[in-house]
Protein backbone atom coordinates (compact mmCIF):
# COMPACT_ATOMS: atom_id res chain seq x y z
CA UNK A 1 0.00 0.00 0.00
CA UNK A 2 3.16 2.33 0.89
CA UNK A 3 4.84 1.98 -2.23
CA UNK A 4 1.64 1.77 -4.16
CA UNK A 5 0.86 5.83 -3.13
CA UNK A 6 4.29 6.63 -3.30
CA UNK A 7 4.29 5.62 -6.88
CA UNK A 8 1.52 7.28 -7.31
CA UNK A 9 2.06 10.73 -5.50
CA UNK A 10 5.44 10.69 -8.04
CA UNK A 11 3.44 10.33 -10.71
CA UNK A 12 0.89 13.17 -9.57
CA UNK A 13 3.75 15.39 -8.76
CA UNK A 14 5.96 14.58 -12.20
CA UNK A 15 2.94 15.98 -14.23
CA UNK A 16 2.18 18.91 -12.90
CA UNK A 17 4.15 20.89 -14.96
CA UNK A 18 3.94 24.36 -13.45
CA UNK A 19 5.09 22.83 -10.06
CA UNK A 20 7.97 21.46 -12.11
CA UNK A 21 8.94 24.69 -13.77
CA UNK A 22 9.08 26.08 -10.38
CA UNK A 23 11.09 23.21 -8.61
CA UNK A 24 13.69 22.44 -11.68
CA UNK A 25 13.79 24.91 -14.46
CA UNK A 26 13.45 28.27 -12.66
CA UNK A 27 16.54 27.58 -10.33
CA UNK A 28 18.88 26.43 -13.69
CA UNK A 29 17.55 29.34 -15.69
CA UNK A 30 18.37 31.97 -12.54
CA UNK A 31 22.27 30.24 -11.91
CA UNK A 32 22.44 30.55 -15.89
CA UNK A 33 22.03 34.56 -15.21
CA UNK A 34 23.87 34.52 -12.06
CA UNK A 35 26.95 33.27 -13.97
CA UNK A 36 26.54 35.94 -17.22
CA UNK A 37 26.28 38.77 -14.46
CA UNK A 38 29.08 37.11 -12.22
CA UNK A 39 31.74 35.77 -14.59
CA UNK A 40 34.08 38.42 -15.01
CA UNK A 41 33.67 39.71 -11.20
CA UNK A 42 36.59 38.10 -10.00
CA UNK A 43 38.78 39.50 -13.26
CA UNK A 44 37.55 43.22 -12.98
CA UNK A 45 39.08 43.48 -9.16
CA UNK A 46 42.81 42.31 -10.84
CA UNK A 47 45.45 44.83 -10.26
CA UNK A 48 46.44 46.76 -13.34
CA UNK A 49 49.37 48.79 -13.97
CA UNK A 50 48.91 52.23 -13.32
CA UNK A 51 49.69 54.52 -17.02
CA UNK A 52 51.96 57.91 -15.99
CA UNK A 53 54.28 59.76 -17.75
CA UNK A 54 57.49 61.49 -16.59
CA UNK A 55 58.97 64.58 -18.02
CA UNK A 56 62.08 64.87 -19.34
CA UNK A 57 63.08 68.42 -18.61
CA UNK A 58 64.20 70.89 -16.40
CA UNK A 59 66.10 68.92 -13.62
CA UNK A 60 65.45 65.69 -14.95
CA UNK A 61 69.02 64.89 -15.15
CA UNK A 62 69.48 66.08 -11.18
CA UNK A 63 66.53 63.37 -9.97
CA UNK A 64 68.39 60.08 -11.56
CA UNK A 65 68.05 58.52 -8.04
CA UNK A 66 63.82 58.96 -8.12
CA UNK A 67 63.85 57.56 -12.20
CA UNK A 68 65.87 54.59 -11.51
CA UNK A 69 63.14 54.43 -8.28
CA UNK A 70 60.41 54.52 -10.74
CA UNK A 71 62.03 51.95 -13.50
CA UNK A 72 62.54 49.53 -10.34
CA UNK A 73 58.57 49.18 -10.63
CA UNK A 74 57.54 50.21 -14.29
CA UNK A 75 55.90 47.57 -16.12
CA UNK A 76 58.11 44.94 -17.93
CA UNK A 77 56.75 42.17 -20.28
CA UNK A 78 54.19 40.64 -17.31
CA UNK A 79 52.60 43.86 -17.12
CA UNK A 80 52.06 43.09 -13.05
CA UNK A 81 54.33 45.98 -11.94
CA UNK A 82 53.15 48.51 -10.69
CA UNK A 83 53.80 51.65 -13.06
CA UNK A 84 53.65 52.08 -17.02
CA UNK A 85 55.94 54.89 -17.48
CA UNK A 86 55.96 57.08 -21.13
CA UNK A 87 59.03 59.83 -21.06
CA UNK A 88 57.79 63.16 -22.20
CA UNK A 89 58.01 66.54 -23.00
CA UNK A 90 55.72 68.53 -20.34
CA UNK A 91 53.18 69.89 -23.21
CA UNK A 92 52.93 65.96 -24.55
CA UNK A 93 52.41 65.17 -20.99
CA UNK A 94 49.78 67.29 -20.48
CA UNK A 95 48.24 66.63 -23.44
CA UNK A 96 48.27 62.65 -22.42
CA UNK A 97 46.27 63.48 -18.93
CA UNK A 98 43.60 65.69 -20.68
CA UNK A 99 42.98 62.66 -23.22
CA UNK A 100 42.83 60.61 -19.89
CA UNK A 101 45.87 58.24 -21.34
CA UNK A 102 47.88 58.68 -17.82
CA UNK A 103 46.11 59.17 -14.95
CA UNK A 104 48.93 61.92 -13.79
CA UNK A 105 52.59 62.92 -14.69
CA UNK A 106 55.51 64.04 -12.79
CA UNK A 107 57.99 66.41 -13.62
CA UNK A 108 60.99 68.31 -11.70
CA UNK A 109 61.26 71.82 -10.79
CA UNK A 110 63.00 72.64 -7.41
CA UNK A 111 61.71 68.91 -6.25
CA UNK A 112 59.68 66.42 -7.52
CA UNK A 113 56.00 67.65 -9.13
CA UNK A 114 52.89 65.30 -9.30
CA UNK A 115 50.07 66.49 -11.28
CA UNK A 116 46.83 64.60 -11.45
CA UNK A 117 43.33 65.16 -13.37
CA UNK A 118 41.12 63.73 -10.58
CA UNK A 119 41.03 61.68 -7.18
CA UNK A 120 41.35 58.04 -7.59
CA UNK A 121 42.47 54.55 -6.38
CA UNK A 122 45.66 55.14 -9.11
CA UNK A 123 46.38 58.78 -8.21
CA UNK A 124 46.62 58.12 -4.44
CA UNK A 125 49.01 54.98 -5.52
CA UNK A 126 50.91 57.56 -7.80
CA UNK A 127 51.42 59.95 -4.89
CA UNK A 128 51.98 58.13 -2.08
CA UNK A 129 54.78 56.68 -4.12
CA UNK A 130 56.41 59.83 -4.62
CA UNK A 131 55.66 61.13 -1.18
CA UNK A 132 57.63 57.94 0.41
CA UNK A 133 60.59 58.11 -1.97
CA UNK A 134 60.67 61.95 -0.79
CA UNK A 135 60.67 60.87 3.26
CA UNK A 136 62.98 58.21 2.56
CA UNK A 137 65.58 60.56 0.61
CA UNK A 138 65.31 63.01 3.04
CA UNK A 139 65.96 60.92 6.19
CA UNK A 140 69.25 59.63 4.01
CA UNK A 141 69.78 63.12 3.73
CA UNK A 142 69.64 63.80 7.47
CA UNK A 143 71.55 60.77 8.31
CA UNK A 144 74.63 61.27 6.16
CA UNK A 145 74.95 65.38 7.48
CA UNK A 146 75.19 64.27 11.10
CA UNK A 147 76.93 60.83 10.88
CA UNK A 148 78.98 60.98 7.49
CA UNK A 149 80.75 57.69 8.49
CA UNK A 150 77.07 55.73 7.86
CA UNK A 151 77.82 55.30 4.12
CA UNK A 152 81.15 53.16 5.03
CA UNK A 153 79.14 51.45 7.60
CA UNK A 154 76.09 50.08 5.43
CA UNK A 155 73.70 51.48 7.34
CA UNK A 156 71.99 53.37 4.59
CA UNK A 157 71.39 49.78 2.96
CA UNK A 158 69.37 49.37 6.30
CA UNK A 159 67.35 52.47 5.28
CA UNK A 160 66.48 51.53 1.89
CA UNK A 161 65.23 47.86 2.73
CA UNK A 162 61.54 47.23 2.97
CA UNK A 163 60.84 44.49 5.61
CA UNK A 164 56.95 42.86 5.73
CA UNK A 165 56.35 41.79 9.55
CA UNK A 166 53.13 40.56 8.58
CA UNK A 167 52.89 37.05 6.91
CA UNK A 168 49.75 35.81 5.27
CA UNK A 169 48.65 32.45 6.74
CA UNK A 170 46.13 30.48 4.64
CA UNK A 171 43.34 28.67 6.56
CA UNK A 172 42.56 26.64 3.54
CA UNK A 173 43.59 24.79 1.06
CA UNK A 174 41.63 26.95 -1.89
CA UNK A 175 41.49 31.18 -2.36
CA UNK A 176 38.29 32.63 -0.83
CA UNK A 177 35.56 33.26 -3.47
CA UNK A 178 32.80 34.89 -3.15
CA UNK A 179 30.63 34.26 -5.89
CA UNK A 180 30.56 30.69 -5.25
CA UNK A 181 28.49 31.64 -2.19
CA UNK A 182 25.44 32.82 -4.63
CA UNK A 183 25.15 29.34 -6.23
CA UNK A 184 25.57 27.85 -2.91
CA UNK A 185 22.74 30.11 -1.97
CA UNK A 186 20.72 29.30 -5.29
CA UNK A 187 20.85 25.79 -4.48
CA UNK A 188 19.41 26.08 -0.63
CA UNK A 189 16.69 28.45 -2.10
CA UNK A 190 16.12 25.06 -4.38
CA UNK A 191 15.95 22.74 -1.82
CA UNK A 192 13.50 24.74 -0.19
CA UNK A 193 11.37 25.22 -3.29
CA UNK A 194 10.46 21.46 -2.13
CA UNK A 195 8.44 23.64 0.00
CA UNK A 196 5.68 23.78 -3.12
CA UNK A 197 5.59 19.72 -2.88
CA UNK A 198 5.02 19.71 0.71
CA UNK A 199 2.20 22.37 0.38
CA UNK A 200 0.16 20.44 -1.94
CA UNK A 201 0.84 17.05 0.00
CA UNK A 202 -0.76 18.26 2.66
CA UNK A 203 -3.93 19.82 0.88
CA UNK A 204 -4.35 16.53 -0.61
CA UNK A 205 -5.47 14.79 2.54
CA UNK A 206 -6.93 17.66 4.24
CA UNK A 207 -10.81 17.08 3.72
CA UNK A 208 -11.40 21.02 4.00
CA UNK A 209 -8.52 21.65 1.07
CA UNK A 210 -9.79 19.44 -1.97
CA UNK A 211 -11.69 16.79 -3.29
CA UNK A 212 -9.00 14.15 -2.95
CA UNK A 213 -8.22 14.97 0.39
CA UNK A 214 -12.11 14.29 1.05
CA UNK A 215 -11.52 11.03 -0.03
CA UNK A 216 -8.55 9.84 1.63
CA UNK A 217 -10.52 11.10 4.83
CA UNK A 218 -13.86 8.88 4.59
CA UNK A 219 -11.61 6.30 2.63
CA UNK A 220 -11.00 3.21 5.40
CA UNK A 221 -6.66 4.04 5.15
CA UNK A 222 -4.57 4.96 7.66
CA UNK A 223 -4.17 8.72 6.82
CA UNK A 224 -0.66 8.50 8.18
CA UNK A 225 0.97 6.03 6.15
CA UNK A 226 -0.70 8.32 2.48
CA UNK A 227 0.75 11.15 4.65
CA UNK A 228 4.39 9.14 4.34
CA UNK A 229 4.35 7.94 1.03
CA UNK A 230 3.41 11.73 -0.01
CA UNK A 231 6.10 12.95 1.77
CA UNK A 232 8.46 10.63 0.29
CA UNK A 233 7.36 11.23 -3.33
CA UNK A 234 7.88 14.52 -2.84
CA UNK A 235 11.29 14.73 -1.19
CA UNK A 236 12.29 11.86 -4.23
CA UNK A 237 11.19 14.47 -6.83
CA UNK A 238 13.20 17.08 -5.18
CA UNK A 239 16.27 15.17 -4.90
CA UNK A 240 16.13 14.40 -8.31
CA UNK A 241 15.77 18.17 -9.31
CA UNK A 242 18.46 19.26 -6.99
CA UNK A 243 20.62 16.69 -8.58
CA UNK A 244 20.29 18.03 -11.80
CA UNK A 245 20.54 21.52 -10.84
CA UNK A 246 23.97 20.83 -8.79
CA UNK A 247 25.09 18.57 -12.14
CA UNK A 248 24.11 21.64 -14.17
CA UNK A 249 26.52 24.24 -11.95
CA UNK A 250 29.24 21.65 -11.81
CA UNK A 251 29.67 20.29 -15.42
CA UNK A 252 28.21 23.45 -17.47
CA UNK A 253 29.15 26.52 -15.30
CA UNK A 254 32.17 24.58 -13.61
CA UNK A 255 30.80 26.13 -9.75
CA UNK A 256 33.40 24.08 -7.80
CA UNK A 257 31.67 22.42 -4.56
CA UNK A 258 35.21 20.45 -3.00
CA UNK A 259 35.92 16.82 -3.68
CA UNK A 260 33.71 15.25 -1.03
CA UNK A 261 30.85 13.83 -2.64
CA UNK A 262 29.22 11.48 0.10
CA UNK A 263 29.20 15.08 2.07
CA UNK A 264 27.43 17.37 -0.90
CA UNK A 265 24.85 14.53 -1.18
CA UNK A 266 23.90 14.32 2.76
CA UNK A 267 23.77 18.32 2.84
CA UNK A 268 21.10 17.56 -0.15
CA UNK A 269 18.93 14.85 1.27
CA UNK A 270 18.78 17.07 4.63
CA UNK A 271 18.13 20.23 2.90
CA UNK A 272 15.68 18.76 0.59
CA UNK A 273 13.87 17.20 3.55
CA UNK A 274 13.99 20.08 5.54
CA UNK A 275 12.44 22.20 2.55
CA UNK A 276 9.50 19.43 1.87
CA UNK A 277 8.86 19.53 5.82
CA UNK A 278 8.86 23.18 6.24
CA UNK A 279 5.95 23.10 3.36
CA UNK A 280 3.87 20.59 5.30
CA UNK A 281 4.41 23.04 8.18
CA UNK A 282 3.25 26.47 6.59
CA UNK A 283 0.29 24.18 4.70
CA UNK A 284 -0.54 22.34 8.48
CA UNK A 285 -0.65 25.96 10.50
CA UNK A 286 -2.33 28.38 7.58
CA UNK A 287 -5.89 27.75 7.20
CA UNK A 288 -6.24 29.59 4.46
CA UNK A 289 -6.30 28.86 0.81
CA UNK A 290 -3.12 27.23 -1.13
CA UNK A 291 -2.60 30.73 -2.73
CA UNK A 292 -2.04 32.70 0.32
CA UNK A 293 0.10 29.63 1.84
CA UNK A 294 2.18 29.83 -1.67
CA UNK A 295 2.50 33.81 -1.05
CA UNK A 296 3.74 33.48 2.60
CA UNK A 297 5.88 30.66 1.26
CA UNK A 298 7.44 32.67 -1.04
CA UNK A 299 7.95 35.63 0.85
CA UNK A 300 9.93 33.48 3.76
CA UNK A 301 11.63 31.58 1.23
CA UNK A 302 12.73 35.00 -0.16
CA UNK A 303 13.82 36.50 3.03
CA UNK A 304 15.73 33.66 3.82
CA UNK A 305 17.60 33.82 0.63
CA UNK A 306 18.45 37.31 1.09
CA UNK A 307 19.82 37.29 4.44
CA UNK A 308 21.81 34.25 3.64
CA UNK A 309 23.44 36.35 0.79
CA UNK A 310 21.85 35.27 -2.51
CA UNK A 311 20.66 39.32 -3.51
CA UNK A 312 23.43 41.30 -1.62
CA UNK A 313 26.85 38.74 -0.64
CA UNK A 314 27.76 41.14 1.84
CA UNK A 315 24.80 40.53 3.61
CA UNK A 316 25.72 37.29 4.89
CA UNK A 317 28.74 38.93 6.70
CA UNK A 318 26.36 42.23 8.26
CA UNK A 319 24.50 39.26 9.79
CA UNK A 320 26.80 37.49 11.12
CA UNK A 321 29.04 40.53 12.59
CA UNK A 322 25.77 42.45 14.05
CA UNK A 323 23.29 39.48 15.01
CA UNK A 324 24.75 35.93 14.38
CA UNK A 325 21.36 34.41 15.78
CA UNK A 326 19.89 35.35 12.78
CA UNK A 327 22.25 33.00 10.48
CA UNK A 328 21.55 29.98 12.80
CA UNK A 329 17.99 30.36 12.57
CA UNK A 330 18.04 30.69 8.94
CA UNK A 331 17.41 27.14 7.10
CA UNK A 332 18.52 28.16 4.22
CA UNK A 333 21.49 30.10 5.48
CA UNK A 334 22.62 26.88 7.21
CA UNK A 335 22.30 24.56 3.88
CA UNK A 336 24.43 27.91 1.86
CA UNK A 337 27.17 27.88 4.53
CA UNK A 338 27.26 23.80 4.72
CA UNK A 339 28.43 23.64 0.81
CA UNK A 340 30.94 26.83 1.56
CA UNK A 341 32.33 24.84 4.40
CA UNK A 342 32.80 21.83 2.38
CA UNK A 343 34.39 24.22 -0.42
CA UNK A 344 36.86 26.54 2.46
CA UNK A 345 37.28 24.90 5.37
CA UNK A 346 40.03 21.96 5.88
CA UNK A 347 37.92 20.53 8.71
CA UNK A 348 34.01 19.65 9.35
CA UNK A 349 32.86 21.21 12.32
CA UNK A 350 30.70 23.80 10.73
CA UNK A 351 29.70 22.08 8.52
CA UNK A 352 27.77 19.30 10.78
CA UNK A 353 27.04 21.93 13.24
CA UNK A 354 25.13 23.30 10.12
CA UNK A 355 23.96 19.65 9.17
CA UNK A 356 22.50 19.25 13.09
CA UNK A 357 20.85 22.42 13.15
CA UNK A 358 18.94 21.15 9.88
CA UNK A 359 18.17 18.41 11.48
CA UNK A 360 16.33 19.82 14.80
CA UNK A 361 14.33 22.04 12.13
CA UNK A 362 13.41 19.58 10.19
CA UNK A 363 11.72 17.59 13.24
CA UNK A 364 10.28 20.42 14.56
CA UNK A 365 8.41 20.89 10.93
CA UNK A 366 7.74 17.64 11.20
CA UNK A 367 6.31 17.24 14.30
CA UNK A 368 4.15 20.20 14.76
CA UNK A 369 2.80 19.20 11.16
CA UNK A 370 1.70 15.86 12.63
CA UNK A 371 -0.15 17.43 15.76
CA UNK A 372 -1.87 19.83 13.76
CA UNK A 373 -3.06 16.81 11.08
CA UNK A 374 -3.66 14.34 13.86
CA UNK A 375 -6.21 16.78 15.21
CA UNK A 376 -8.00 18.00 12.52
CA UNK A 377 -11.60 16.22 12.26
CA UNK A 378 -14.46 17.29 10.15
CA UNK A 379 -18.06 17.43 10.75
CA UNK A 380 -19.18 16.85 7.02
CA UNK A 381 -17.10 16.33 3.55
Not at 184 to 198: D, E, H, N, V
Not at 237 to 247: N, Y
Not at 315 to 325: E, G, L, S, V
Amino acid sequence: MFFHNYKYRMKCIVKDKQMMFWTLLFPIILATLFNLALSNLSSAENFSSINIAVVKELDYEKNIEFVEAIQSVSSGESGRDLFNVEYTSKDEAKKLLDDNKVDGFIYFDHGIRVIVKKSGINQTILKSFVDEFKQTSSTIKTVIEKNPEVINQGTLNSLMEKKDYIKDVAISKVDPDTTVNYFYTLIAMACFYGSFLGIKEVSVIQGNQSSQGARVNVAPTNKLKVFMASMAAAATVQLFDIGILIAYLALVIKISFGNQLLYIILTCIIGTIAGVTFGTFIGSIIKKGEGIKIGILIGTTMTMSFLSGMMYDKMKYIINTNMPILGYINPVNLIADSFYSLYYYDNLTKFFTNLVLLCIFTIIFSSITYLVLRRQKYASL
